[in-house]
């Protein structure tokens, strides 16, 4: 079983960390693929248009997980929590516009939300079973996971107050990561089914597992597009042979290599305006978050720091508080 495909099925922050330092760090290599780019953002929001998108982060720069918010000019950044304890598994949802995180913070470890007007976190629940990290639906009323009973590891779904839970696969593989599609009907996930990691998706409210990348390569880490129709994941298949960000449509039918790095780039997140995509790349040495374009084109490097950065995931800049 590959390392990269349990990147995001930890609870605890230490092994998740750990896991992500396992993948081999290569220096000197040069960059395949679309060009880097000095600033692909430069200008386009110098006229004072409208608030240039904005990222929340995990980052061990200060020597434990915390939570950080910046914006792609890289001109604005803030540090969003503060607890001795890591935080770490940030996604946003739209329906209650609140950022849900996992913390190891004591006494009450778990699934915690807070608003950027207040900076308050609130406990919602334990992870349930202490399992992988938690996925809100875009509505906020429910939650996705992968829970490991009977000795392996499928997708649930339930309320925030644990309440109603959904078995939706049932396979003697593992399934994890979840990754709800925009309008809360579908889940992709990654699962080993195959004998190696495919990225499926699945009605959330009853239907068949479709793979939609069979491929014999790992193929990790789905995030869909804003608006539904398209899916990011990373994978080892070829050219790169190292983890690599592609992208397909939501059947499967076309697949498109977005990074051929010597390195390692990992768990991509479209923006909310479907404009650019972050993803977290280990090219420079260690680990950072980079954006680029849908088309893999301006690759540009968004922090800066000796800690770990990464598993960014997009917010609504004009709901941040800088």
Same mark, same amino acid.
């Given at each position: 079983?590959?390392?990269?495909? /349990?990147?995001?099925?930890?609870?605890?922050?230490?092994?998740? !960390?750990?896991?992500?330092?396992?993948?081999?760090?290569?220096?000197?290599?040069?960059?395949?693929?679309?060009?880097?780019?000095? #600033?692909? =953002?430069?200008?386009?929001?110098?006229?004072?248009?409208?608030?240039?998108?904005?990222?929340?982060?995990?980052s061990e720069r200060t020597g434990q997980g915390d939570l950080y918010v910046m914006d792609i000019s890289g001109s604005r950044s803030r540090r !969003?929590?503060?607890?001795?304890?890591?935080?770490?598994?940030?996604?946003?949802? @739209?329906?209650? +516009? !609140?950022l849900y995180f996992l913390s190891d913070r004591r006494p009450e470890p778990g699934f915690y939300r807070m608003s950027f007007e207040k900076d308050t976190a609130v406990f919602v629940?334990?992870?349930? +079973?202490?399992?992988?990290?938690?996925?809100?639906?875009? #509505?906020?009323?429910?939650?996705?996971?992968?829970?490991?009973?009977? *000795?392996?590891? #499928?997708?649930?779904?339930? /309320?925030? &107050?644990?309440?109603?839970?959904?078995?939706?696969?049932s396979h003697e593989s593992d399934d994890g990561q979840p990754a709800w599609s925009p309008d809360g009907q579908t889940l992709a996930f990654t699962s080993f089914r195959d004998r190696n990691s495919e990225v499926y998706t699945i009605d959330v409210w009853g239907g068949t597992p479709r793979n939609i990348t069979r491929n014999r390569s790992n193929d990790t880490n789905p995030s869909w597009s804003p608006d539904g129709t398209r899916i990011l994941f990373d994978s080892? /298949?070829?050219? *790169?042979? @190292?983890? &690599?960000?592609?992208?397909?449509? /939501?059947?499967?039918?076309?697949?498109?290599?977005?990074? @051929?790095?010597?390195?390692? &780039?990992?768990?991509?997140?479209?923006?909310?305006?479907?404009?650019?995509? =972050?993803?977290?790349?280990?090219r420079d040495g260690d680990w950072e978050v980079y954006v680029m374009r849908p088309d893999g084109s301006g690759q540009r490097r968004l922090t800066h720091s000796r800690g770990f950065d990464g598993d960014a995931h997009w917010v609504p800049a004009d709901k941040v508080r800088w």
């Open positions: 079983m590959i390392t990269t495909a /349990r990147l995001s099925s930890r609870t605890n922050a230490t092994v998740y !960390l750990t896991l992500l330092a396992a993948v081999p760090v290569l220096t000197g290599m040069g960059c395949g693929g679309a060009p880097l780019e000095d #600033d692909p =953002t430069a200008g386009v929001w110098a006229e004072g248009g409208e608030a240039p998108p904005a990222f929340v982060f995990m !969003l929590t503060f607890a001795p304890e890591p935080d770490y598994g940030p996604r946003w949802a @739209n329906g209650p +516009e !609140l629940g334990r992870n349930p +079973e202490g399992n992988a990290a938690p996925r809100p639906s875009p #509505d906020g009323e429910w939650i996705a996971y992968a829970a490991g009973r009977n *000795g392996n590891q #499928d997708i649930f779904v339930s /309320r925030l &107050d644990g309440t109603g839970e959904r078995r939706i696969t080892t /298949r070829p050219p *790169g042979g @190292n983890p &690599d960000i592609f992208v397909t449509d /939501r059947l499967g039918t076309t697949v498109r290599n977005l990074t @051929n790095h010597g390195n390692v &780039d990992l768990i991509a997140s479209w923006s909310p305006d479907g404009a650019w995509i =972050t993803f977290q790349s280990s």
